[in-house]
């Protein structure tokens, strides 16, 4: 089992301890806003389950119909996770309206704030392991569920603050009002997870530092090569594609120029772990203005 598997398992295992305790809590207490909280951890097991299943489809080998390889699986994942936090924050909202129309006082609020203080601290805890994980992995599904978890840690601390302004003013109206606030920053949140995943799905180029060492890394290693040109890029997963065009002089023999190809890939493959190179060479004639002229001793 790989080790992104590993942690997409681990996480569901996590979710489902998360949402027992915060659920517990609400049972103990009776809190609008620490049902909310619970309901937002349902939506914790829900993505955590879309996750393992996409990283697993991610990880199959390419095959006839997908010769690509599957590694998009996991920005389908990312998505449904991000939609997922909007249905959240959505029946959070609604359930913060019923408590404003008909505030309740709160039974046993300190226990029911440390049952909860022990999920949040569990939720952090595995946020942190999550996102630091999934970006060393290169896997955006574990990345996604990490800030989808820090998401939770938000709003688990803006349901402890409320419920606790609750006990201290006996205004009980403040449990749902902080759990309304909480709900509009998850909404803020989902929003901004879509529309992260779905330009990755429109194969969005890779970042510009990035997109500066595939630069540098093809111009350095391109000896007896004359010129680089239309250069795209984009990311799935941890694949990252590449494929230009380099111009060699037309009296260079096919063997010379696949050994050039061969130094820039093998250099590409060095700098970038799972790249994906394709290299179509041209004569001199199909030069172009735009393109990165390569010097003689590069």
Known sequence: MSSVLKLASASLLIGILVLGLKLLAWWVTGSVALLSDALESIVNVATAIAALIAIRVAARPADVNHPFGHHKAEFFSAVLEGLLIIVAALVILREAYQGIMTPQALTAPIEGLLINGGATALNGLWAFVLV???????????????????????????????????????????????????????????????????????????????????????????????????????????????????????????????????????????????????????????????????????
């Open 132 to 298: 630091r994980q999934g970006r060393t992995l290169k896997s955006p599904a574990l990345v996604a569920d990490g800030k989808h978890l820090w998401t939770d840690v938000l709003t688990s601390f803006g349901v402890a603050l409320g419920v606790l302004l609750a006990i201290a003013t006996g205004w009980w109206i403040l449990d749902s009002l902080m759990a309304a606030l909480v709900a509009l920053n998850i909404l803020w949140t989902g929003f901004k997870l879509v529309k992260s995943s779905l330009s990755s799905l429109m194969d969005e180029a890779v970042p510009e530092d990035t997109l500066a060492l595939i630069r540098d890394t093809i111009a350095s290693h391109s000896t007896g090569a004359v010129e680089s040109h239309d250069l795209k890029t984009r990311h799935a997963g941890p694949a990252t594609f590449v494929e230009f065009h380099l111009v060699v002089p037309a009296q260079m023999t096919v063997f010379d120029a696949h050994e050039i190809c061969d130094r820039i890939e093998d250099a590409l493959h060095r700098a970038i772990p799972q790249a994906q190179v394709t290299i179509h060479i041209e004569p001199e004639h199909k030069s172009k203005e735009s393109g990165i002229i390569l010097p003689d001793d590069a």
